[in-house]
């Protein structure tokens, strides 16, 4: 019902700041963005992809504890898009970020499988 495309990742230094976004392009004429709780995972090779945050139909969010507090994440219903705003970015931050939508009221950080739609993924690569 949806195509998700992210977008803004790039290479950036220890203790800087990316804004992702990820794009909702609807596949129905009925998609209602606001139907969908929204999350971000990242995944690095030779590791399990991990939830990174989420954002629920009421706007209630959820973060990993890796990123509780540098990370903050926020959607637009009527343009359809999701964001993360990444700041003070630390070195394992470095990863592919993956938007992924699911129509529940509530997505949590984990099982994957909740996820319904997935996008190809952004690189962010941090170095110090």
């Known amino acids: 019902q949806v195509s998700l495309v992210e977008s803004g990742g790039r290479s950036e230094r220890t203790g800087g700041s990316v804004n992702l976004s990820c794009k909702g392009i609807?596949?129905?004429?009925?998609?209602?963005?606001?139907?969908?709780?929204l999350g971000w995972f990242r995944q690095t090779p030779g590791k399990e992809r991990e939830g990174v945050a989420a954002?629920?139909?009421?706007?209630?969010?959820r973060y990993a504890d890796s990123v509780e507090g540098r990370f903050t994440i926020s959607k637009d219903n009527t343009k359809n898009t999701l964001d993360l705003q990444m700041d003070n970015l630390q070195p394992e931050d470095t990863a592919t970020y993956v938007c992924?939508?699911?129509?529940?009221?509530?997505?949590?950080?984990?099982?994957?499988?909740?996820?319904?739609?997935w996008g190809q993924g952004t690189q962010v690569t941090v170095s110090s």
């Open positions: 992924a939508a699911a129509k529940f009221s509530r997505c949590p950080l984990a099982p994957e499988i909740w996820y319904t739609f």
């Open positions: 609807p596949l129905i004429p009925s998609f209602d963005m606001s139907e969908y709780c």
């Open positions: 954002i629920d139909t009421d706007g209630t969010t």
